[in-house]
């Protein structure tokens, strides 16, 4: 009778055992409780922009313990380079990284998110988006789309581009087709250029073809690699991008349904994620325009002369206003940036501007 009362204790401490094991099983190695997925406007290991999305998501892993997981879409998966803003707000994606300034068709007031021409530079931008209202404006304009929008990394100041072609006045403008998205491509536009938006796998052969006659896409950071330097002479300083921002994008009930700390936990990565991005842009930028200086020297820096720079403020500034008379955000937003960039610049002047100026003559 002995053998029967042991083979069920043995049974049930193998019982309590495996119960025990389970019970404390980290959730580091449990499966993650909140599995997500992001949609990028960029492909499949595309650097810097790419590299700031596998960050956050490997942060948002980390922090979480592995509660929380994001797996992320390039654009050769999802083929909608310039539909992540729908796929957010359709719950289709949880997230998003692009840029706000691609939704300018659908939302005009989206464009000031991302940069202006003529506008802040990136130190001014990040203190008017944390503590000159910029995020409670961006919030009022993407709440309209059911998607919460955050500040997703800085390329810092743009180039102005890669032409075939000097630019030696006003003239040479008209009829150039010119790959340049955002406001700066209505502006140019207003002085004749012919101006088309290409997803960024296309740009080389666009421009190599002829295609295009010019593009502009970041700066060296992004540019190197792109290799528009080998098909292309000028290199023009910039004025239309000069503190580009990206986004990322979570749809507002999917945050909302998250627990507090992941909630903080998404945002924190966010923000150190978008950080690092700008820190990596300078960085790269700096080596990359060394080397392409050192390799191909028949590369020639060039500023668009005073006169096209002169038109260009011009047409902006009307076209600014215009778009403003029409619609009251616009004109907010507008009003809001204009009056905050005004008092960042008076600091920038005696700041980094003065002391720029001093070791640069
Ligand atoms: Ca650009």
Known sequence: MKKPVIRLAVCLLAICSLLLTTTFVTQADAAPKYRWKLAQTWGTGFPIFGDAVIKMADMVKEMSNGEMEIRIDSSNKHKAAFGILDMVKAGQYEMGHSASYYWKGKDRNTLFFTTMPFGMIAPEQYAWFYYGGGMELMKEVYDRHGVYSYPGGNTSNQMGGWFQKEIKSLADLKGLKMRIPGFAGEVLAKLGVVVTNIAPGELYTALDRGTIDALEWVGPSLDLNMGFHKIAPYYYTGWHEPATELQFMVNSKKFDALPKHLQAIVETAMKLAAYDMYARSYNDSAENWDKIAADYPNVKIKTFPKEVIAA???????????????????????????????????????????????NLE
């Open 312 to 358: 260009m403020k011009a047409e902006n500034d009307k076209l600014l206003k215009e778009t403003a008379s029409k619609d009251p955000v616009f004109k907010k937003i507008y009003d809001a940036q204009t009056a905050y960039m005004k008092k960042a610049r008076r600091w920038t002047e005696i700041s980094d501007y003065a002391y720029l100026k001093d």
